[in-house]
């Protein structure tokens, strides 16, 4: 049975998405940058009307739009997100990081994922800057490492 899930930038169309059968939401900010992450409100909304639905919510790590490369600060405030939206209740969440060569950034991805744990967690599309060549050595280390999806 396929799983319906709804790209959401805020709660307007929430309700409306679940009462169409949307099981899972992808709930982010920004959308005309790709996504970044949602303000706490926003996520705290969101998670108290998908437990109406049985529905689950997936939250974007992102403190910024442009490229994935992020500096140690950028990194401290992702860990702060995952740990705000845990303790909202979130299902998981949509990141990723790279470095410079466009290459998984597995130091930083180590430090997310482990903040993450027990989650789900789902690779973003930064997935689609790594060089094609290198790509299938990526997806065997983020199923290695605990991702369970990747948007692409």
């Keep these: 049975m396929p799983i319906y899930e709804f790209c959401a930038e805020n709660v307007t169309f929430l309700e409306k998405a679940f009462k169409a059968g949307a099981q899972r939401v992808e709930l982010c900010d920004n959308l005309t940058v790709g996504g970044t992450t ?21 939250v974007m790590i992102r403190p910024r739009g442009g490229d994935f490369v992020y500096s140690q600060q950028e990194l401290a405030i992702m860990l ?20 410079s060569e466009n290459q998984l950034d597995t130091e930083a991805l ?24 290198a790509q299938p050595s990526a997806i065997h280390w983020l199923k290695e490492n605990g991702v369970t999806r990747l948007l692409t």
């Design 38 to 58: 949602p303000s706490y409100g926003v996520i705290k909304a969101a998670v108290e009307l998908a437990k109406d639905y049985q529905a689950k919510v997936i």
């Design 80 to 99: 702060e997100d995952i740990k705000c939206a845990r303790e909202l209740g979130v299902d998981g969440f949509a990141l990723g990081a790279l470095t």
């Design 110 to 133: 180590k430090t997310l994922l482990d903040a993450s744990r027990d989650l789900e967690v789902t690779m973003h599309m930064a997935f689609d800057q790594i060089p094609k060549a």
